[in-house]
């Protein structure tokens, strides 16, 4: 028996919370790497929806690891969690790319909505390709920090928890945006559906004539 010569256990780092692998990381890369690995495709999902470009959103998400790793050492968590961090600092690499390159700000909605928003409200459904439209035109009227935070939810799959931290407010805050949020698109789905009702006559009469 070579009991000497035995290596300890390593340990299984993709078991720990992200508040202790952000203590070893900063001595330990294995340590950061899982971090990376934890949330690389959520903080890639959340850049690209919001420059519309698979190229730029792959050289951004690489600039929030690049930036995160680089000033780890001095991260404390102090009410906002490692993961939270991360979408501040791409929320931030992500502004300044568009104000740089003078950009409009691109949501590519279609692949949006078929990623899991889905709007319920009475005899609205996003099935039919002209309802679908008409939610499409909704989200793009809305204010840019809502449409932010359906991001969050539909594409990241946060929780109101998690999304105020990332835009720093509170839990009840973001549940009241969201609320106002959903209010505000069947408002704009309604008065859409009102428009084409009151055109109808008149696209009749033209046809007609």
Same mark, same amino acid.
């Not at 999304?163 to 106002?180: C, Q």
């Given at each position: 028996?070579? =009991?000497?010569?035995? +290596? ?7 078991? =720990?919370?992200? !508040? ?11 340590? #950061? ?7 690389? /495709? ?7 929806? %919001? ?6 959103? &792959? ?11 680089? +000033? ?9 969690? #490692?993961?939270?961090?991360?979408? %501040? ?8 790319? +568009? ?11 279609? &692949? #949006? ?10 005899? $609205? ?12 035109? !909704?989200? *793009?009227?809305?204010?840019? /920090? ?23 407010? *509170? ?7 969201? +609320?106002? *949020? ?11 559906? $009102?428009?084409? !009702? !009151?055109?109808?006559?008149? %696209?009749?009469? $033209?046809?007609?004539?």
């Amino acid at each position: 028996m070579k =009991l000497f010569n035995r +290596h300890p256990k390593q340990k299984d780092l993709t078991r =720990l919370d992200d !508040a202790e692998l952000v203590e070893l990381a900063k001595d330990n890369q294995e340590a #950061f790497g899982v971090l990376y690995e934890r949330y690389v /495709e959520k903080i890639y999902k959340y850049i690209y929806y %919001r420059t519309g470009n698979h190229q730029d959103a &792959e050289d951004l998400t690489a600039g929030v690891f690049y930036r995160a790793m680089a +000033h780890i050492e001095n991260y404390t968590e102090r009410g906002v969690p #490692f993961q939270a961090w991360l979408y %501040r600092i791409a929320h931030n690499l992500v502004a300044n790319w +568009h104000r740089d390159r003078s950009r409009r700000k691109i949501i590519p909605l279609e &692949e #949006f909505v078929s990623s899991g928003l889905h709007f319920d409200a009475p005899d $609205s459904h996003t099935e039919d390709q002209e309802e679908r439209e008409q939610l499409l035109r !909704a989200i *793009t009227n809305l204010p840019e /920090e809502r449409q932010q935070l359906l991001m969050l939810k539909f594409v990241s799959h946060l929780s109101n928890a998690e999304i105020g931290d990332i835009l720093d407010r *509170t839990e009840g805050a973001i549940k009241s945006l969201y +609320h106002r *949020t959903l209010l505000a698109l069947r408002d704009d789905i309604e008065m859409q559906q $009102s428009g084409r !009702a !009151a055109d109808a006559p008149e %696209r009749r009469k $033209s046809v007609k004539g």
